[in-house]
């Protein structure tokens, strides 16, 4: 009996294609609503963790417009555009400000 490795997570639109033209063989499904909101999230923290891991400034830069796809991808599903979401940041910006200045809170007491 063959052994198979089971994903269970969602991948770039051409991976299946890739797979096939290497000789692969795969069982797929696609998922949509809540299903595929849940796959987002679950893809935008194993992308978050791949950044988190590697050490490369190249691979970083990767992992960053990985996750930026990501992010477009969910923006899509929530029928919000990049721009929206631009415009949104913009306004926390301003509110609370960016992370230009590189704080790291320590410690703050208990109230």
Same mark, same amino acid.
């Given at each position: 009996?063959? &052994?198979?490795?089971?994903? +269970?997570?969602? @991948? #770039?639109?051409?991976?299946?294609?890739? =797979?096939?033209?290497?000789?692969? $063989? !795969?069982?797929m499904?696609?998922?949509?609503?809540?299903? !595929?909101?849940?796959?987002?999230? #679950?893809?935008?923290?194993?992308?978050?963790?791949?950044?988190f $891991?590697v050490?490369?400034?190249?691979?970083?830069?990767?992992?960053?417009?990985?996750? =930026?796809? @990501? @992010?477009?991808? !969910?923006?899509n &599903?929530?029928? @919000? +555009?990049?721009?929206?979401? &631009? #415009?949104?940041?913009?306004?926390k910006?301003?509110? #609370?400000?960016? !992370?230009?200045?590189?704080?790291?809170?320590?410690?703050?007491?208990? +109230?």
């Amino acid at each position: 009996m063959e &052994e198979t490795k089971v994903f +269970t997570k969602l @991948v #770039r639109d051409k991976v299946p294609e890739i =797979i096939k033209s290497n000789g692969g $063989d !795969f069982e797929m499904e696609t998922v949509s609503g809540p299903e !595929f909101i849940e796959a987002l999230s #679950r893809k935008l923290i194993e992308e978050c963790n791949e950044l988190f $891991d590697v050490q490369e400034r190249d691979q970083k830069i990767e992992d960053l417009a990985d996750i =930026i796809e @990501v @992010v477009y991808a !969910f923006a899509n &599903e929530l029928s @919000v +555009t990049p721009e929206e979401i &631009e #415009r949104i940041r913009l306004e926390k910006r301003e509110k #609370r400000g960016g !992370f230009d200045q590189k704080i790291l809170i320590k410690s703050t007491p208990i +109230t």
